[in-house]
């Protein structure tokens, strides 16, 4: 199966027309039938038409001067001729056999990812929301989408042009050395003098909304608050919500203990209220403190302003919901490096989940590779420390690349952005806005709306499937790069994901990898599940996200970043930068597209230092963090 402008075995030279006659049945083929390909792309070799004429001049002169050949010549000519056209034959017939098995081969891997994404059970209720919410939106089988066209068949070419040349090492290499020179520090000893403080003022208890990532970041602010406010933090505790239909508690998905003792110089923690506390109203107290009490990223003179009083009178202050209710800056630098610290160090998941994510890494790399840092910071011991003697290079990749696709129905309605799906598309977006966000409905009555349009050139329309294939094959990912797809449902399902799967057929997902028997201990626990994921990307040769807002997104990177060690890559598409060049779909050639591409990505790789409000769990390159070694 030859490349679309690779070389080809020479024609054979033909002198005989008996030879030529007996080649007019065969015809090899290219890849014509490819998924995903254009039918230019194969181009079939076939002594037809073209050739006819001239091969028939040939046949008739040479029936007409036989009389000039000898009967010993005329014997000796027709074996060689006939031994010949038999070995033409056969390698026709060799060749065209193994175009078929190459083509059927990618055809099956392609349906086979595809269909287990789609229809395996266990990635039905990985998402998280409602199955009766998200049935009538997410499953009704479709006609594939495509907005790009003619980029695609451009995708296409090229991937074929790279299927057989050899792959650069720097796409799964950091871009720039200096990442290397940060190491991390949050976990260094203190002088005693600036760790707790002797005197209690009260307990804090959390009881944090929102999924696995947006807890993790409320309990690391309640950690760096409890100090703040020389106060007692009670072991946080998760709520249950109709989103996330989760009623897994702090002890589900982190080890207690290890939280505790990590933080011991640093603040006290105790799992339980001590009694004389437990039977109190706290809503009659006052000390019930909920978002709406709280600014969005608050400061710490809010705190001593207004929480601190309560604390001081009643002993006990509850908040409820705690989501994103401490800004980052400013910030003293010790609670900066508490912040860090709880994330970075304290949190680690419990033995179930850390086993089970270990038993995923193995599956998806294939084999045991030695253990990097990142590996052992989230799996601890269930990482082999060393790579096994049997090395299985063979049945696949050494490495891949976690993606997280955020084009779930709730983010893509909530957009307000159009997908190229036309009217039905409209119309059902809206009906789910209407069920699930009447706010945003409310809003639009009374404002003017941007333009699905406008709103696509700011950047705020999520990247579908679709363009994020397209920014992984400017990128120069080949065909087989094998991929991990994090997260929940593609809105649209299979008719969404075709076109990615057709450029890109080697994905996988945590549903398709570990077995029921694997996933059971799992079941209607989307954080602990989320878990999964979120140690499927950390621990990825190339972590790609497709939102920069995402929390999973975020706190991954920050991971990648503190424990990388700079060889662990991180791909942060610009989705305003990205409009731009998708509007030149219609005249941009692949060479420029593949340029602009690499240099959007690249500027998002530069090494920076955490700028001023930046988050501390994605941007840890700061003094309080990480130290530069050169």
Avoid at 586 to 609: A, C, H, L, P
Wanted: charged share 25%; aromatic share 10%; net charge positive.
């Amino acid at each position: 199966m030859g490349k679309q402008g690779s070389p080809r075995s020479q024609r054979p030279e033909f002198q005989n027309a008996d030879l030529f006659l007996g080649m007019g049945e065969y015809s090899l083929r290219g890849p014509e039938t490819l998924p995903g390909s254009d039918p230019s792309i194969g181009r079939r070799i076939s002594w037809g038409d073209s050739h006819c004429n001239s091969k028939t001049v040939l046949l008739h002169g040479l029936k007409h001067d036989s009389a000039k050949y000898t009967v010993c010549k005329g014997v000796y000519v027709g074996r060689r001729y006939s031994c010949l056209r038999k070995h033409v034959k056969s390698i026709a017939f060799m060749v065209g056999l193994m175009s078929f098995f190459l083509l059927l081969h990618s055809l099956m891997m392609s349906i086979f990812y595809l269909g287990n994404l789609q229809n395996h059970p266990a990635q039905r209720n990985s998402s998280g929301l409602k199955e009766e919410d998200m049935g009538a939106y997410t499953y009704e089988e479709k006609i594939p989408i495509q907005m790009y066209d003619r980029l695609l068949n451009l995708a296409t070419i090229a991937l074929t042009e790279k299927e057989f040349k050899q792959e650069t090492s720097r796409l799964w290499e950091e871009p720039y050395w200096k990442a290397s020179a940060w190491k991390p520090c949050a976990n260094k000893k203190l002088p005693t003098n600036l760790g707790k403080f002797n005197k209690n003022n009260g307990y804090i208890l959390i009881s944090a909304n929102g999924g696995l990532n947006q807890q993790r970041v409320a309990i690391c602010n309640a950690v760096a608050l409890a100090s703040l406010l020389n106060a007692t933090l009670v072991l946080p505790r998760f709520l249950y919500s109709n989103v996330w239909n989760d009623p897994s508690q702090f002890g589900d998905i982190y080890q207690e203990e290890y939280f505790i003792n990590i933080l011991k110089d640093e603040i006290n923690i105790v799992k339980e209220l001590p009694p004389h506390l437990r039977s109190l109203d706290i809503e009659a107290l006052g000390s019930l403190i909920t978002d709406a009490d709280l600014v969005k990223e608050a400061k710490p003179a809010d705190y001593i302003r207004n929480i601190l009083p309560l604390l001081l009178r009643n002993g006990i202050v509850h908040f409820l919901g705690f989501g994103n209710r401490l800004g980052f800056d400013p910030l003293p630098s010790k609670l900066q490096r508490l912040r860090c610290k709880c994330n970075f160090h304290a949190l680690k998941f419990v033995p179930k989940i850390q086993r089970v994510g270990s038993l995923l890494v193995r599956k998806i790399r294939k084999y045991d590779a030695a253990r990097s840092m990142l590996d052992k910071e989230l799996l601890g011991n269930f990482m082999p420390e060393n790579p096994s003697n049997e090395l299985d290079a063979v049945s696949g990749p050494s490495k891949y690349l976690a993606l997280h696709l955020r084009f779930e129905v709730d983010m893509v309605a909530y957009s307000l952005c159009e997908f190229g799906g036309g009217e039905s598309e409209k119309n059902e977006l809206q009906a789910y806005r209407e069920i699930h966000f009447p706010l945003v409905i409310e809003r639009l009555k009374n404002s003017s709306p941007i333009s699905p349009t406008e709103l696509r050139k700011l950047g705020r329309c999520p990247l579908t499937p679709e363009e994020a294939a397209l920014v992984l094959s400017g990128l120069g990912f080949k065909r087989g790069s094998y991929i991990y797809l994090a997260g929940s449902h593609i809105y649209g399902g299979k008719s969404r994901m075709d076109p990615f799967t057709r450029l890109y057929p080697n994905l996988v997902t945590k549903e398709t990898l570990l077995t029921p028997q694997e996933l059971a201990p799992f079941g209607n626990f989307s954080s602990q599940l989320a878990a999964l994921d979120f140690i499927a990307c950390a621990t990825a040769d190339v972590f790609a996200m497709t939102d920069s807002g995402s929390q999973l997104s975020s706190l991954v990177s920050g991971f990648r970043t503190y424990y990388g060690g700079g060889r662990a890559p991180t791909l942060r598409p610009n989705k305003k930068r990205l409009a731009a060049i998708l509007l030149e779909n219609g005249t941009i050639g692949w060479n420029s597209f593949e340029d602009r591409v690499r240099k959007m990505i690249e500027e998002g790789q530069r090494v920076r230092v955490r700028g001023f409000g930046r988050s501390i769990y994605r941007q840890p390159r700061c003094q309080e963090c990480m130290r530069k070694t050169h």
